[in-house]
């Protein structure tokens, strides 16, 4: 049986072609799974799962749980709200008593750049990053790989562009580095204050013109547009990130033949995209969405190391 | 032993001494405290100490005696944060680094903005490990609003005024601050970064800040800074002493000018020397969090730069000790500072001498001569009639840095496992063995 390098996963920045190919196949016997009237396989029968979420989170959280379910794994849920973080525990204490409860995998979501790795120093269990600060999501990013690839039958070759708030957006981060490691051409666009510094150190061709950006390109990724980005000064007006920015019916005639429109929600309608485009029969997004819950099967399933026939 | 004609003698020692001039062999001789005379070691002196009581001769053969090492910019934590380090602790802490005179900054809870504090400091640093001066504020609890009674921190002793760890933002209190301590003879020490440009700030911004996606803080917020407090210096004709300078734009400030005549001193701390922010990434260790931050290489390199053509005065460590408990958190909560006094000479040695960019004079020279001139310290010579506070050197001794020998109360190195050459063999502080390996 194939297995990944890592026990954990942190980020997809130097996780190598091979891990990736591997979780994109693996997902896509889970994506079957899902399709099925009955929904569960016993794979990690046994398996104790912590979701703990340090940060808001809707989709993500229930797609992990959806995930850990189908699985047959037992899950437990960890929110700031109902903890005792508020009393100041700190995050190592916090897990260590959660482990004392024998936990398996850990399923994390902090504001904090570096957390999950934080984790790993803390406690035995397995690692899974969903979303640190403004640093990786590598669930997210490798749904959306699992999506393009299931469309074209590759990643190689495509030009994908991502629009939008690069300078915090993890989910642009981690699709960065999967994308490049499985040989897709990457494009960033966006206001050029929300570019982090020395942004072309990436790799990417980097664009604040859109329609140069859009400009024969296979798939667009568009990034969900913060208000307080808007409030903190980093742009003027929601009115003109979407004359500058939204991606609309008219600016998808520079994409190529095929074109793919990608958003990993939550949507502004009207404001990085409009409801003609997010609704039309280019759009992925709710593939998107069922696929994330494939992905997350195949990673927990792949992390935690258990055979199939063990299940 | 009511008459003896020594109480203590360094034998076979090679000198390194600013002002007496360089890797000469010689015996010192300490009576009472003080170095009573300094002789090239002659048929009759070495004769004369072979007759000596074993117990009253050091045997330095092989090793490098220089004036005990003075620090301008340390943290002690005391009074208010007794957990992470105290006078006491911290003067053991530079006894083992090899300083023999600190400057403690006025970050304290209370803040040392007022006598009663300075005095509170003077009181426990005696019989201490190292001579401790005290920096005041400049302005009352470093708030940057309004200046503290800075003739009142003079008269009691304060060698020099700095809001350290904060940046005076109006610059209309800077202007006040710096004329009115020229009244005194004393610089202001700055801690320069715009608190604007680097609001939030947790590393420096760079692509590792990019990469990692922690909020940097940039360059360009100390450059802003240096150039202001360069012009408000011209201007006043105050003298301006710039702490811990990390990047290139920083330096080139400084060098144009030093150049022009304006009155200004600078200071590098080992870890702006040594370290560049690609180390973040490694692990998150938060030890690597520091104001200001650790920057690029180029950075490292200019900052490098400017020590070797004398643009930077002095080295100075930032000892900032902090507890387990504060720095064992995520990388974004964790409070700036990293110890420095027990490292930093076998860091200078490790990467400045032996890579070649500073002899060992310069180096003793950056560490004892020049922050003594800065701040108008006794001390950094081994002079006939000075204090005998003296650091013996064991130049090549090869150890690795561990947590647990630290003296300091904090263990918050970035520098721990680390391989270094150079270590301190022994500590006199007035005559007296303050430590020894």
């Given at each position: 049986?194939?297995?990944?390098?890592?026990?954990?996963?942190?980020?997809?920045?130097?996780?190598?072609?091979?891990?990736?190919?591997?979780?994109?196949?693996?997902?896509?016997?889970?994506?079957?799974?899902?399709?099925?009237?009955?929904?569960?396989?016993?794979?990690?029968?046994?398996?104790?799962?912590?979701?703990?979420?340090?940060?808001?989170?809707?989709?993500?959280?229930?797609?992990?749980?959806?995930?850990?379910?189908?699985?047959?794994?037992?899950?437990?849920?960890?929110?700031?709200?109902?903890?005792?973080?508020?009393?100041?525990?700190?995050?190592?204490?916090?897990?260590?008593?959660?482990?004392?409860?024998?936990?398996?995998?850990?399923?994390?979501?902090?504001?904090?750049?570096?957390?999950?790795?934080?984790?790993?120093?803390?406690?035995?269990?397995?690692?899974?990053?969903?979303?640190?600060?403004?640093?990786?999501?590598?669930?997210?990013?490798?749904?959306?790989?699992?999506?393009?690839?299931?469309?074209?039958?590759?990643?190689?070759?495509?030009?994908?562009?991502?629009?939008?708030?690069?300078?915090?957006?993890?989910?642009?981060?981690?699709?960065?580095?999967?994308?490049?490691?499985?040989?897709?051409?990457?494009?960033?666009?966006?206001?050029?204050?929300?570019?982090?510094?020395?942004?072309?150190?990436?790799?990417?061709?980097?664009?604040?013109?859109?329609?140069?950006?859009?400009?024969?390109?296979?798939?667009?990724?568009?990034?969900?547009?913060?208000?307080?980005?808007?409030?903190?000064?980093?742009?003027?007006?929601?009115?003109?990130?979407?004359?500058?920015?939204?991606?609309?019916?008219?600016?998808?005639?520079?994409?190529?033949?095929?074109?793919?429109?990608?958003?990993?929600?939550?949507?502004?309608?009207?404001?990085?995209?409009?409801?003609?485009?997010?609704?039309?029969?280019?759009?992925?997004?709710?593939?998107?969405?069922?696929?994330?819950?494939?992905?997350?099967?195949?990673?927990?399933?792949?992390?935690?190391?258990?055979?199939?026939?063990?299940? | 032993?009511?008459?003896?004609?020594?109480?203590?003698?360094?034998?076979?020692?090679?000198?390194?001494?600013?002002?007496?001039?360089?890797?000469?062999?010689?015996?010192?001789?300490?009576?009472?405290?003080?170095?009573?005379?300094?002789?090239?070691?002659?048929?009759?002196?070495?004769?004369?100490?072979?007759?000596?009581?074993?117990?009253?001769?050091?045997?330095?053969?092989?090793?490098?005696?220089?004036?005990?090492?003075?620090?301008?910019?340390?943290?002690?934590?005391?009074?208010?944060?007794?957990?992470?380090?105290?006078?006491?602790?911290?003067?053991q802490a530079?006894?083992a680094g090899?300083?023999?005179?600190?400057?403690?900054?006025?970050?304290?809870?209370?803040?040392?903005?007022?006598?009663?504090?300075?005095?509170?400091?003077?009181?426990?640093?005696?019989?201490?490990?190292?001579?401790?001066?005290?920096?005041?504020?400049?302005?009352?609890?470093?708030?940057?609003?309004?200046?503290?009674?800075?003739?009142?921190?003079?008269?009691?002793?304060?060698?020099?005024?700095?809001?350290?760890?904060?940046?005076?933002?109006?610059?209309?209190?800077?202007?006040?601050?710096?004329?009115?301590?020229?009244?005194?003879?004393?610089?202001?020490?700055?801690?320069?970064?715009?608190?604007?440009?680097?609001?939030?700030?947790?590393?420096?911004?760079?692509?590792?800040?990019?990469?990692?996606?922690?909020?940097?803080?940039?360059?360009?917020?100390?450059?802003?800074?240096?150039?202001?407090?360069?012009?408000?210096?011209?201007?006043?004709?105050?003298?301006?002493?710039?702490?811990?300078?990390?990047?290139?734009?920083?330096?080139?400030?400084?060098?144009?000018?030093?150049?022009?005549?304006?009155?200004?001193?600078?200071?590098?701390?080992?870890?702006?020397?040594?370290?560049?922010?690609?180390?973040?990434?490694?692990?998150?260790?938060?030890?690597?969090?520091?104001?200001?931050?650790?920057?690029?290489?180029?950075?490292?390199?200019?900052?490098?730069?400017?020590?070797?053509?004398?643009?930077?005065?002095?080295?100075?460590?930032?000892?900032?000790?902090?507890?387990?408990?504060?720095?064992?958190?995520?990388?974004?909560?964790?409070?700036?500072?990293?110890i420095?006094?027990e490292t930093?000479?076998a860091?200078?040695?490790?990467?400045?001498?032996?890579?070649?960019?500073?002899?060992?004079?310069?180096?003793?020279?950056?560490?004892?001569?020049?922050?003594?001139?800065?701040?108008?310290?006794?001390?950094?010579?081994?002079?006939?009639?000075?204090?005998?506070?003296?650091?013996?050197?064991?130049?090549?001794?090869?150890w690795t840095v561990k947590a647990d020998k630290f003296r300091s109360?904090?263990k918050?190195s970035?520098f721990i496992g680390w391989?270094m050459?150079?270590q301190v063999?022994?500590?006199?502080?007035?005559?007296?063995?303050?430590f020894?390996q």
């Amino acid at each position: 049986m194939s297995r990944l390098h890592s026990r954990h996963l942190l980020g997809l920045e130097n996780v190598p072609e091979a891990d990736i190919s591997l979780i994109l196949k693996t997902t896509n016997s889970f994506r079957e799974v899902i399709d099925r009237t009955i929904k569960k396989v016993p794979t990690l029968r046994g398996i104790t799962v912590l979701n703990l979420f340090y940060e808001p989170s809707t989709r993500t959280r229930i797609s992990f749980e959806l995930a850990e379910k189908r699985l047959s794994a037992d899950t437990v849920n960890f929110t700031t709200s109902t903890s005792s973080v508020k009393k100041g525990e700190s995050l190592r204490d916090t897990v260590q008593n959660i482990e004392a409860m024998k936990i398996d995998m850990v399923v994390v979501r902090h504001s904090s750049p570096g957390a999950p790795y934080y984790l790993t120093r803390c406690m035995d269990a397995n690692i899974i990053n969903a979303g640190d600060g403004a640093h990786e999501h590598p669930t997210q990013a490798l749904l959306d790989m699992y999506t393009i690839w299931k469309k074209y039958g590759r990643l190689d070759g495509l030009r994908i562009v991502l629009v939008g708030d690069v300078k915090h957006s993890r989910v642009i981060r981690s699709n960065i580095w999967g994308l490049k490691t499985m040989g897709a051409s990457v494009a960033l666009c966006g206001p050029s204050t929300l570019l982090p510094y020395e942004v072309e150190k990436f790799g990417c061709d980097v664009y604040t013109d859109i329609d140069e950006a859009l400009d024969g390109a296979d798939v667009v990724n568009v990034m969900r547009i913060q208000l307080e980005r808007q409030q903190s000064g980093l742009f003027p007006s929601q009115r003109e990130y979407t004359n500058l920015f939204g991606i609309n019916k008219q600016r998808l005639k520079l994409l190529n033949k095929n074109f793919t429109i990608m958003h990993p929600g939550p949507m502004n309608r009207g404001v990085e995209i409009t409801s003609e485009v997010a609704d039309s029969g280019n759009s992925v997004i709710l593939e998107q969405v069922t696929n994330g819950q494939a992905v997350r099967m195949a990673v927990l399933y792949l992390l935690s190391g258990r055979k199939e026939e063990e299940g | 032993m009511a008459n003896k004609k020594y109480d203590l003698v360094i034998a076979d020692g090679r000198i390194i001494d600013p002002a007496l001039g360089f890797g000469k062999d010689a015996y010192i001789f300490i009576k009472d405290g003080l170095i009573q005379k300094v002789v090239t070691p002659t048929a009759a002196v070495k004769k004369e100490v072979k007759n000596l009581d074993r117990s009253q001769v050091i045997d330095a053969t092989g090793k490098l005696v220089v004036p005990g090492l003075i620090d301008i910019h340390v943290h002690l934590r005391e009074p208010g944060r007794e957990d992470a380090e105290t006078i006491e602790s911290g003067c053991q802490a530079a006894a083992a680094g090899g300083f023999t005179s600190v400057c403690c900054m006025p970050n304290t809870t209370p803040r040392i903005d007022n006598q009663e504090t300075v005095k509170f400091v003077q009181d426990r640093a005696k019989d201490c490990d190292a001579r401790v001066y005290v920096v005041g504020a400049v302005t009352k609890n470093l708030e940057g609003k309004e200046l503290s009674e800075i003739g009142d921190l003079v008269k009691i002793g304060a060698v020099a005024i700095s809001d350290d760890g904060k940046y005076p933002q109006n610059p209309e209190i800077m202007r006040r601050g710096l004329e009115y301590a020229k009244m005194f003879g004393i610089p202001v020490m700055q801690h320069a970064e715009d608190q604007y440009l680097c609001a939030g700030g947790v590393m420096n911004e760079s692509f590792q800040s990019t990469r990692l996606g922690l909020k940097g803080a940039p360059a360009v917020a100390e450059e802003i800074a240096v150039l202001r407090d360069i012009a408000l210096c011209r201007f006043t004709g105050a003298r301006l002493h710039i702490q811990h300078v990390s990047t290139r734009q920083a330096v080139a400030a400084i060098r144009k000018a030093k150049a022009e005549g304006v009155n200004v001193t600078a200071e590098a701390t080992p870890h702006h020397l040594v370290l560049t922010d690609e180390e973040i990434g490694k692990e998150f260790n938060t030890n690597l969090r520091v104001n200001p931050p650790i920057r690029t290489t180029d950075d490292r390199d200019a900052v490098i730069e400017g020590l070797v053509d004398g643009t930077i005065d002095c080295i100075a460590s930032d000892h900032a000790p902090h507890s387990e408990e504060d720095k064992d958190c995520e990388f974004d909560l964790a409070p700036a500072g990293m110890i420095g006094l027990e490292t930093t000479l076998a860091l200078v040695k490790t990467y400045l001498i032996d890579k070649g960019y500073l002899s060992w004079a310069d180096a003793i020279r950056k560490m004892t001569a020049n922050p003594a001139r800065i701040l108008s310290l006794p001390g950094g010579s081994l002079a006939e009639g000075s204090p005998a506070d003296i650091t013996i050197i064991d130049q090549d001794k090869k150890w690795t840095v561990k947590a647990d020998k630290f003296r300091s109360k904090s263990k918050n190195s970035p520098f721990i496992g680390w391989k270094m050459k150079g270590q301190v063999y022994k500590t006199l502080l007035g005559g007296r063995v303050v430590f020894e390996q």
